[in-house]
Structures are given as structure tokens and as C-alpha cells.
């Protein structure tokens, strides 16, 4: 059985190919560069994260992208040798871009804007007459902003990086909400368009059509949707925006889910991650398995010692709306950052890592003499909390939506071990609702203060991202090291 999640932590909207026997699964990235992250598996159950798709600034644009802009749903594909990652990046000047590359861990291209394809969630398929660009029509800029046309297809030539006709009305669901996350896949005598619909939110399903072309006209499934968790009490929730891939086991289909946590009102402190089930076929059609909670065993530690600057390289880190070479230096075994904004600032400087278990630790050791800054674990510029260590002053701060608190000590002059940890909440009476997990933040060995993680969940931050943790200045310039993650689920 595949683990579940399959690819813990903030990695929403995954598209997966299968390619030189091996498989390739990307995820949406939003504001954080490097952007689109790459996972490699040979077998479906080890993935390694290889590379990321968007790592020069120059590809994406997302200086000044809003809370939740930037690079929404990509769909990977491979194609006479050549891969092919085609992605919106919203609320950017670039819309829809289509990058390749050779070597999916990269470099990638710099990226062709396609236009004439508006909307999101874009997926690029081929027959053997043209390529095709299917996605959904939710308009997000322009005099025609927030109104959803359904899914909607064009041909389009990707050398000119143009559509070739008018987009056309393309099968739209059971009519539950916000069709989205189309893929198109020829299997046999069928075209089969697979789609989101019902919403990211609890209502999240998969749904399916086929048909004799790539446009068309398609009949849906009649157990449609053939996926989702709404209306259960199974511990994954939300799962829809699926993309199917075929192995020698048979059929998996890869999607977004949660791990809300609490009794009546429940929460999803780690975010949209993604799981897989299996699929069999009966008379043409699809039938999922239950998306099962199935998480690796063991404890999962990373250890960050700064000797060289080749560590910022590594693609498991993040920043907001700059890349990590531009947010941090490393010498003479630290790794310094100058900042000039807080974490409630667009141009934060901050370097993190995803959250990938409900329990974690994230330890990191700094010295603040010359500067502010600290460890900081945030959704977004509005939804953060952090350690922040000044001088001999250790300030505890937590931000949420406008409202912010703060818990202050003072410690010996010189560097200080700064911690964040996080567990699920204690077992509660039955219906008892005991919110999302438990967060500790402390500074050497005092707790300086202990939070209600409810408040920092993909439900309550209204965020596509997810929580990412990490080491940040305010002000003047801070020094790390030890930059250590452990995580496990109980
Ligand atoms: C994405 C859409 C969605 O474009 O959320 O879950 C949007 N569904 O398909 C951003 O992740």
C-alpha cells in the first residue's frame, strides 16, 4: 500500500507523469520561490525531492504577487524526450507559462507565456494532430475577474506560445462548484477528462468524462464524483484536484487531501498535501479506493550546518517572493540575514522549510547582537508566529489576521537556542472540540509561550500555502546555525 500522505506538508494541486521509469510529481508554490517544487520516485513510495522548476526570479515574476497569487496548480507532461510543466501564475504579469527541460531536476527554461489561455489549473495534452491547453475557466484578472466559465479548452502552438482559436465550453462536472484541475488522458478508443469539483474546501470531489476526441463531446461518469471524502469522518478531507498516472501495479491517482485535527470544527495545520489511491476499471470507467491515512513510520530528522554557501542550493528551502540566495549569505560556518521588514511585510526576509509532520520540532541557534530576527513559523504576511530574539531580549509574537500578541523574557547576553515545537492536541470527550495542534515556542529551555494551532490552519488563514518554518531577520542583520527539523507522526 502507498504511503499516505504521499508527499507530506504544503504541496497542494500535484500533477505526476511517468517517464524513463521514473516518476515526476510537481505541486504549486505560490509566493515562495524556488517555485514548483519536483519529486522523484522510482517505485511510488520514496520520493526524493530533486530539484524545482521555477529558481531564477526572471521565470516567475513574484516580487509583488498578492497573499495567495503566484504559482497556482501545475501539470507536468513528457513528450518525445522533453518535459513539460505548464502552470498560471496568478495575479502576475505572466499568466499562463509553459516550461521545459530535458533533466526534470533541472534548469528549466525560462518560460513561454501561452497567449489567449486565460483562467487556471491549465493541462496540456496532445493528439496527433496538435497540443491542446484544457483548464478552468475561473478568470482571475481582467474585466471578466472572478467570474468561472467551466473548464474551457484551446489548441494552441507552444513554439509561438499562442492559442490558436476562440476557447471553447468543454464538460463541466456533476454542476457542484468551481470545475477545475482538467486533465486530459487517451486510453484506448476513450479521451478521458478528469476534473475537481465542489470546492478545495470539505466538499472537494474528482469527477470524469470521456469521449471519442480531445474536445469532445464527453459523457460523465455515471458514479460521478467517483472521488471524495465529503460527508465522512475519514481522516484524510478535501481530496479532489487529481491527476492520474498509470504503473505496473495498475492505476494511481495522486490529489490534494488534509489531516484536519480537532472534534466538531476541525483543522489542517500542515495544509493542502498530497495522497494517492488506487483506481480499477470496470466497462471503462474509474473506481477509486478510499483515500487512506497511511504515514511513513519512524522519525524524519534534517540537519542544517552552514560550512558553505552550496546548502542554500538545496531545493528543499523557501522564501517569500525572493530566492534564498538573495535572502541569505553563508560564512565562515553561519548563515546571515538582513532584513528590513517583519514577517507581517510582503519582502520578508525569511528562510524556511515545510511543516511535514503534526509532530516536529524545528531548532535553530541564533545570535541577534546586531540585529532582530529569529525563528518564525507563518501561512502568510497575515497568519505567522514567532521566536524573536533582540540583543538579550527574546519576544514571542503571534500575528493573526490583524490581531497579535506577544510574550516577552530576557536571556544571557550571546547566542540562544530558539525551538518551535509542534504536537497533536491532547484526546478530548467525545465531540469535545480541541482545535488543531499544540505549538511551543521556546528559547533555550523556557517556554515562552504555548499556542492553540487552530489558528494557524489551512481553515483559518483562508490560504492555498501551508505552514513553513523558518529562520527570518526584522532588522539589522542575525546569524544562524544548527538548523535542525525532526518530525514524526504519533
Ligand atoms: C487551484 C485550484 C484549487 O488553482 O486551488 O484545490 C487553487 N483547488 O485547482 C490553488 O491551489
Not at 418 to 437: F, H, K, W
Not at 439 to 445: E, Q, S
Amino acid at each position: 500500500m502507498l504511503p499516505n500522505p504521499l508527499i507530506p506538508g504544503f504541496n497542494p494541486d500535484p500533477s505526476i507523469v511517468r517517464a524513463d521509469d521514473a516518476y515526476y510529481l510537481v505541486t504549486s508554490s505560490f509566493e515562495y520561490l524556488p517555485g514548483i517544487p519536483v519529486y522523484r520516485s522510482t517505485d511510488m513510495v520514496t520520493w526524493e525531492h530533486v530539484g524545482n522548476v521555477i529558481t531564477r526570479p526572471e521565470q516567475a515574476g513574484l516580487e509583488n504577487v498578492s497573499t495567495n497569487g503566484g504559482v497556482w496548480a501545475p501539470t507536468i507532461r513528457h513528450r518525445d524526450g522533453v518535459f513539460y510543466v505548464i502552470v498560471t501564475i496568478a495575479m502576475s504579469s505572466r499568466g499562463c507559462v509553459v516550461f521545459t527541460a530535458t533533466d526534470p531536476a533541472g534548469p528549466w527554461s525560462d518560460g513561454t507565456t501561452l497567449e489567449g489561455v486565460g483562467g487556471v489549473d491549465p493541462d496540456l495534452a496532445w493528439d496527433d494532430d496538435a497540443a491542446y491547453v484544457t483548464y478552468s475557466g475561473f478568470m482571475l484578472n481582467g474585466p471578466e475577474a472572478g467570474r468561472h466559465k467551466g473548464i474551457q479548452q484551446v489548441r494552441v502552438d507552444l513554439e509561438a506560445g499562442k492559442a490558436l482559436e476562440e476557447p471553447r465550453p468543454m464538460w463541466s462536472g456533476t454542476g457542484l462548484k468551481a470545475p477545475e484541475a482538467p486533465h486530459l488522458y487517451q486510453r484506448g478508443d476513450h479521451w478521458y477528462l478528469l476534473i475537481a469539483e465542489g470546492g478545495t474546501e470539505r466538499g472537494h470531489s474528482v469527477s470524469i468524462a470521456r469521449g471519442p476526441a480531445p474536445e469532445g463531446p464527453f459523457v460523465g461518469h455515471p458514479a460521478n464524483p467517483f472521488l471524495s471524502a465529503r460527508g465522512t469522518n475519514r481522516p484524510i478531507q478535501n481530496t479532489g484536484h487529481a491527476d492520474l498516472v498509470s504503473t505496473p501495479d495498475g492505476d494511481v491517482l495522486v490529489m490534494l487531501g488534509m489531516r484536519p485535527l480537532g472534534g466538531l470544527q476541525s483543522f489542517s495545520p500542515l495544509g493542502r498535501e498530497t495522497f494517492a489511491t488506487s483506481l480499477t476499471w470496470v466497462d471503462g470507467w474509474p473506481y477509486a479506493e478510499p483515500v487512506r491515512l497511511a504515514p511513513r513510520p519512524g522519525t524524519e530528522e534534517e540537519l542544517f550546518r552552514f560550512a558553505d554557501a552550496t546548502v542554500l542550493a538545496g531545493p528543499g528551502w523557501l522564501s517569500v517572493r525572493a530566492t534564498p540566495a538573495e535572502t541569505a549569505t553563508v560564512a565562515d560556518g553561519r548563515l546571515s540575514i538582513t532584513g528590513t521588514a517583519d514577517l507581517d511585510h510582503p519582502h520578508v526576509r525569511f528562510l524556511g522549510r515545510r511543516q511535514r509532520h503534526m509532530t516536529s520540532t524545528f531548532t535553530t541557534v541564533v545570535d541577534a547582537r546586531s540585529g532582530k530576527g529569529g525563528l518564525a513559523s507563518r501561512y502568510d504576511e497575515h497568519h505567522w508566529f514567532a521566536l524573536e530574539a533582540h540583543g538579550t531580549t527574546i519576544t514571542a509574537k503571534a500575528h493573526l489576521a490583524g490581531l497579535a500578541q506577544s510574550w516577552q523574557i530576557e536571556v544571557p547576553p550571546g547566542e540562544i537556542e530558539l525551538r518551535i515545537e509542534t504536537s497533536p492536541p491532547p484526546a478530548a470527550a467525545m465531540g469535545e472540540v480541541t482545535g488543531g495542534d499544540r505549538i511551543r515556542l521556546y528559547a533555550g529551555d523556557t517556554l515562552v509561550t504555548e499556542l492553540d494551532g487552530r489558528y494557524w490552519t489551512a481553515e483559518t488563514c483562508a490560504s492555498f500555502t501551508g505552514r513553513v518554518t523558518g529562520m527570518y531577520a526584522s532588522g539589522g542583520t542575525v546569524s544562524f546555525t544548527d538548523f535542525r527539523y525532526t518530525g514524526r507522526e504519533s
